[in-house]
């Protein structure tokens, strides 16, 4: 017999006294307490006036209508135990059969949201947030990490972790800065612990925040069984039926484990594991050279692993130009860090974490390299199968992302998309936009997808950061720009940090508005987002290269390198005019 004890939540039916449930009630007015306990109870909503004292005992069997509803006469003590609570006795509950009835009542009437949320990602729990703080009855339907994988698995943890690795770096170099460290030894248990930490607190946050703005959390996985209608698999047990007026989904992404055989069965790590190992990996395999295998790949070679990575395209960051990935490679290959580039992946034998060994096709044959664990970081396939969408109208693409327009309407109504399921660029500053742009037009607005201008930064070290074109984009589309480019050893900053690797480099357009602005370099978020802000304003360049800007910071740089902008007329068209040399006598304190 499966027992359980909580608290319960009342019935709508009820007054403003601790709540008594009758055998001789109606019994429709038995069956909503019975469901609002059980319902109460699994969520933990315990807030103070909502909360009703009632004992229940079910026979096991017990269907709902039968069940006999007793008066709450024997638990002083666990009456006691819950004193704090205003209002609240315990409950202990026959689960098995109540939640048996729970079911079967909420089958045959689903509760009524004005706004379901389908994954708590970042723009979900953010419209959610809004919608429950005006009025409108929100509910939240995540099956694992609350706040989405931003906080929990993705964004955060890796930059937290990333953080720990470079703490590592700059103290193996320390004796360069002229701090004497006798030896260096790095404790992946401590590391993983500070990033968990991290973790909690996050999650603490999100609950704060789902607490203060009246949104219901639903701890399950959800599925739909009609359109607008939501089963879901509670994972304290039992299920729910929830429709919403409006309906948002917000089910994100994981990582793809490309068809190679032996892969699947080598058990190999993805962020997530990756991001929870409390150990540092002797020889680890990375399989996909974009931003969430360079970033792992880098990290985990300053806590002392070997690492290899196999990409099967001809560059690292293959969005970027070859410049920029050359520079990439330059730098990781500086770290110790063995780079394969169009490397096909033929199979995988091992298991990760023991012994792997992953067998290669390269342009100078085949070989094989032999690792203790293998990394997956080769694309993200979105999580819209198995979710009953074939009966809600939603249309997916080819991938399985939801087709939406520019509003990010799907094409059943009442139903939205945002972020990577939608197919949006993969940020999280991106899955929040897209939530400005619902919440603007839910209130009458006119935002769209169109035109966004959307930064990035990939936190290597030192970090890479693009808005706008890249050159080979531009040359894609015909656009004629003139390039400029900077090293970063010309910007006097690096000077100061012993920090000098990568490159600025500007795209400019013929009517002398920024086209484009990628950084390897320090601070490459943040100098990035300077120029973002001139692109915003539409300013020409020169704005930039006259501004009076702190010296010395990294932004400084950006003086002299738009004064490095080819003259207008002389030197135009879709080419890349490479500019050697510096002109930073343009900065103060400048020999
Ligand atoms: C390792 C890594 C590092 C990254 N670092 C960065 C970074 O530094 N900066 C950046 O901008 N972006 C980064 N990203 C990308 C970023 O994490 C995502 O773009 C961002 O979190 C937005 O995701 P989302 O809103 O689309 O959905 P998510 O945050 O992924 O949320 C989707 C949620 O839906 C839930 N869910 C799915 N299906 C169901 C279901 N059927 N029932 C219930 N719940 C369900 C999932 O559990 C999940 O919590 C990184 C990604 C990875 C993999």
Redesign the pocket.
Known sequence: MENWEGHAARGNRTSTHPHIAKDNEPEQFRQDVAVALVRGARSRRTSGAEIGAIHLELAPAALLKHAAISLPAQSAGDMARHAPVAGVESIRINVRGIRDAAVEADMSRPEQFDVLV???????KYLAWHTARAGRRTAV?????I????P????????NEIWSAKVADLVRHADQFGTVVDSVAIDMAKVRQRKRDMVDGLIAMHLENYKASGAELIM????FVAPKTLE?HLNDGGTRVLTGGQVFL????H?AIPDVAGLDAAGPLT?IEA?DLDYAPSHLIVLGGG??GL??AQAYRRFGSRVTIIEHGPQLAGREDPDVADEVRRIFGADGIEVLLSAETLRVQGRSGAEVSVLLRTASGDRTIDGSDILV?AG?TP?TAG?GLELTGVELDAKGYIRVNERLESSSPGVWA?????G?P??????FD?FRIIRDNLAGGQRTTRDRLVP??M?TDPPLARVGSSEREAQRQGIAVRVAKLPTRAVLRTRTIGESQGFMKALVGADDRILGFTMIGPDAGEVVATVQMAMLAGLPYQDLRDAILTHPTMAEGLGPQFTNVPIKGVLQGAHHFPVSGTRNATQPGCP
Not at 118 to 124: A, D, K, M, N, R
Not at 152 to 159: A, G, V
Not at 426 to 431: W, Y
């Open positions: 389908l994954g708590s990602g970042e723009g979900g339907v995540e099956r694992r990490w706040g989405g994988s931003c929990n698995i993705n964004c955060l943890p890796s930059k399950g996985a959800g599925q879901i917000n089910v994100g992404t990582a962020n991001l931003y969430v970033e792992l970081a993200r999580n979710i945002i972020g990577e399921c939608a949006s993969q940020f999280t500053h991106v899955s897209d990035y930064c936190f």
